[in-house]
């Protein structure tokens, strides 16, 4: 008997015939709609394998539904939307399909930043809008890029790439993490600070952490304070890192210019969120990695990670310790 596979949002065909001859596949059928819960639930009783995607709420309850499940294959960098440490106590693997939106991911954090800085969307909406009657000299100016201090909060590898972006707009490169990175300091030319320098001599702050218990709201009213009131704080990470009721406040009373977001605390955002409400905020609907290629690239790879998970082989992103692996 094939081994059965959830998948819970449609995929492109490719992928699902890749698939499709080793194992038994049922796939929730809805592309845009996330699968509801309780369908979850029933589904989680007798598979092998579950593909998901950060929509999805694999929680304690629903991972101790599971009687065979053997592996979680999360189609995101990040796994936060999974309780791993119920999956590794009942020896399920978690994966993850990290280094394939890497470039991609870099790619909109510094549009998303440029867009911010330069005020674009606002700009396109005034003349849409009908707005634009005349020129005049301070008419929808913003902040400079060119020669300016980035402050990168988190050096792993979006991290990395930003820096190479930045470096050709001549800008002047910060970095904080849990660890200094001796090798990248010198063959990108940036500086390691505390992240409290960081935040008071960057123009621009770009946090690329993932969201753990220990960074969730990293940025919050004290960091805020620190920033400059002409600085511009760019989240593509996730959600939960930055407590979006202090920024509010502090994109409101203008203690900061402006902000570029592509993720939320809650996802998607609710229209009425106060965030939205500010003209200085460029909103984002999660879009870090969505180029058609990339996309494709990480399906592969967490299918990938499935097949080799239910081969009885180890996973090549394998995020959690499972003892029957070692």
Known sequence: ?????????????????????????????????PVPYHILEEEMEDIDGLLCLLTENVDEPLIKKAKNLKI??????????????????????????????TETTADLTFALLMATARRLVEASADLRNGDWNTWSPMQLTGQDIYGSTLG??????????????????????LYYNRSKKVEQEN?????????ENLLQVSDYVCVMVPYTAETENLIDSEQLALMKKNAILINTARGGIVNETALYNALKNREIWGAGLDVFETEPVSLDHPLLTLPNVVALPHIGSASIATRMKMADLAVSNLTAGLQNEKPKNLVNDVSFLD
Request: overall charge positive; cysteine-free.
């Open 1 to 33: 008997m094939k081994p059965k596979v959830y998948i819970t949002r449609k995929l492109p065909e490719p992928i699902i015939n890749k698939i499709s001859n080793a194992f038994e596949v049922r796939m929730w059928g809805e592309e845009d709609t």
């Open 72 to 101: 979680i294959a999360n189609m995101a960098v990040g796994y936060n939307n999974i309780d791993v440490n119920s999956a590794t106590n009942q020896g399920i693997m978690v994966t993850n399909t990290p280094g394939v939106l």
């Open 152 to 173: 990168i909060i988190g050096l792993g590898r979006i991290g990395e790439a930003l820096v190479k972006r930045a470096k050709g707009f001549d800008m002047d490169v």
């Open 187 to 195: 063959g990108l030319g940036i500086t390691y600070t505390s992240l």
